[in-house]
């Protein structure tokens, strides 16, 4: 039985451990509910990139901010599924498609429903993160086949006003329990490194852990510093967190949630391998792949390819556990092999650069994973 019951407190002990007993705790839960030596691969698509009225102190895209990123129009749907096409090329398994807008405007829906239905089409999991929905357009997103939205707490909601003005935490989780609603898996974490306690690391985990359930995805993102933006200008030139610290975050997440995918996710470029293996061992088990992530850079295919070879990961193509008892979603049960049992199996995968590394020994016979 998966908990959402967990206390404050409770959260801060597992924050108190030591490093390695907490590590240790974490790999033990990854390995009970996941394929330990699986990442899985997600790219990032920028559909509608900067001028957003939203005053995040940490986004290059906010009008608010002086980064100097030129706001564009949405793209258009074939160059939306070109870039998506040159994703599944190189291995990805889901296609993440982000706006710069407080909410999607009607009169938009309809391009980008044909976005999602096209990715889909292209045999790629579609995410989408577009800022708060409607119940209305949620539905609509989930008819056209959207698998995931991403919208974030971002951080606890003591520390939340110090980062963002212009909407609340609460309208956040009124738009999660939209898109729960209509039946979308949620993709929901928030960024560690913007001049928060430990304690708002201990209130942002709880308020995940303590949602009615899981998201499905958990980002954890470190901050990326953008000059212009609040928070970049204000920890220029600083260590945003600690690498322990982030790696203990990575670790109460996946102890708190145990069947959720937690995603290593901005911040990537400038983590050393050892940071981010750290991370694997601590139960992270997706990336963002590709050279850009939304508008700032990210590690590139080449270098996780070798950073893969290096500690003999292999990209993930069973389904998520999680996914497999999502109503509607028509999914079996995930195993090592990638057979997806009294389902398809996955169609996704062996076919990047990623794919062609050398990925260490295989798992055992029998060993599955639920
Ligand atoms: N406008 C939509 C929204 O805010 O929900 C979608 C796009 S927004 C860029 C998606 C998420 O990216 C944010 O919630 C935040 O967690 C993350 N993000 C944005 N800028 C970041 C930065 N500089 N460093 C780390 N994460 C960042
Ligand atoms: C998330 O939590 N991280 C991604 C995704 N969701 C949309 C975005 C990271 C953006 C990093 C800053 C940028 O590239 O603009
Ligand atoms: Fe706008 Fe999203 Fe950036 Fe906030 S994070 S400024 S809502 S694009």
Redo the contacts with the bound molecule.
């Keep these: 039985m998966t908990r959402t019951n967990w206390t404050r407190d409770e959260i801060a002990e597992l924050f108190d451990l030591p490093f390695t007993e907490l590590v240790f705790r974490a790999a033990e839960v990854h390995r009970a509910h996941h394929a330990a030596g699986e990442v899985q691969l997600c790219t990032l698509l920028s559909i509608k990139t900067g001028g957003?009225p939203?005053d995040?102190g940490?986004?290059?895209?906010s009008a608010h901010a002086k980064s100097g990123l030129k706001a564009e129009k949405l793209m258009d749907v074939e160059a939306v599924l070109a870039a998506a096409a040159e994703a599944r090329a190189a291995g990805s398994q889901r296609f993440c498609m982000?706006?710069?807008?407080?909410e999607p405007k009607d009169r938009d829906m309809g391009k980008v429903c044909a976005m999602v239905a096209g990715v889909k089409g292209l045999g790629l999991e579609t995410c989408m993160?577009?800022?708060?929905l409607t119940g209305d357009q949620a539905k609509q997103l989930k008819d056209a086949g959207l698998d995931y939205y991403?919208?974030?707490i971002?951080t606890s909601p003591e520390h939340y006003g110090e980062v963002i003005t212009t909407r609340t935490f609460q309208e956040?989780l009124d738009t999660l329990e939209e898109v729960r609603g209509a039946g979308i898996a949620v993709c929901c974490?928030?960024?560690v490194g913007m001049g928060e306690s430990r304690d708002d690391r201990v209130g942002f985990i709880h308020a995940l852990a303590t949602l009615p359930r899981h998201p499905e995805s958990v980002?954890i993102?470190?901050?990326?510093?953008?000059k212009g933006?609040v928070?970049?200008d204000m920890f220029a030139g600083e260590k945003m967190i600690d690498d322990i610290e982030f790696v203990r975050t990575v670790a109460v997440a996946r102890i708190t949630m145990p069947r959720s995918m937690v995603r290593l996710?901005?911040?990537r470029e400038s983590m050393s391998e050892s940071t981010q293996a750290l991370c694997f061992l601590a139960g992270a088990n997706s990336i963002f792949t590709g050279d850009k992530?939304?508008?700032?850079a990210n590690a590139g295919d080449s270098a996780d390819a070798a950073m893969f070879a290096k500690l003999g990961l292999k990209p993930m193509e069973a389904e998520e556990p999680m996914r497999k008892i999502l109503p509607g979603t028509g999914r079996g049960t995930a195993t090592r092999s990638g057979v997806v049992e009294g389902g398809e199996r996955s169609e996704h995968g062996g076919v990047g650069p990623l794919h062609h590394v050398s990925y260490g020994p295989p798992p055992r016979a029998g060993e599955e994973l639920v």
């Excluded at 940490?58 to 895209?61: D, E, I, K, P």
């Excluded at 992530?293 to 700032?296: E, G």
């Design positions: 957003c939203e995040c940490y986004c290059s895209q982000g706006a710069a807008w407080r993160t577009l800022g708060m991403n919208h974030n971002d956040r974490g928030g960024i980002p993102n470190a901050l990326v510093p953008v933006t928070l970049g996710s901005a911040g992530l939304l508008t700032t």
